[in-house]
């Protein structure tokens, strides 16, 4: 059973920093994509980054260059590392996993899988 538990969500001002960290269990193999997406109240869904089977990252357009995923097998964290923060990031970010590796060449940070944790939430004031 997957399991991801995420922390670190706060309050902060425009261009402020924050790093969001997800503590996963159950995912058997290292390959299996995960990511971050987020949900804005009155938004669509958004896959922000996320790791594929490869290993590379896949960013949104809307966070290149801000956000950074990084996966620590290790600890079994994922974490994402936001800088330049935007009010417009606003929203609750969940932490998500798949249970099948899939085709990384075409796997984008937008791709929908199929476990998420509950969600930590992130206000960006201007």
């Known amino acids: 059973q997957v399991q991801l538990k995420e922390s670190g969500g706060g309050s902060v001002q425009a261009g402020g920093s924050l790093t969001l960290s997800c503590v996963y269990s159950?995912?058997?193999?290292?390959?299996?994509?995960m990511g971050w997406f987020r949900q804005a109240p009155g938004k669509e869904r958004e896959g922000v980054a996320a790791?594929?089977?490869?290993?590379?990252?896949r960013y949104a357009d809307s966070v290149k260059g801000r956000f950074t995923i990084v996966k620590d097998n290790s600890r079994n964290t994922l974490y994402l590392k936001m800088h330049s923060l935007k009010p417009e990031d606003t929203g609750m970010y969940y932490c998500?996993?798949?249970?099948?590796?899939?085709?990384?060449?075409?796997?984008?940070?937008?791709?929908?899988?199929?476990?998420r944790g509950q969600g930590t939430h992130v206000t960006v004031s201007s």
């Open positions: 790791i594929d089977c490869s290993g590379s990252d």
């Open positions: 159950g995912v058997t193999n290292n390959r299996y994509p």
């Open positions: 998500a996993a798949d249970s099948n590796i899939g085709d990384c060449a075409s796997f984008r940070a937008s791709n929908v899988l199929n476990y």
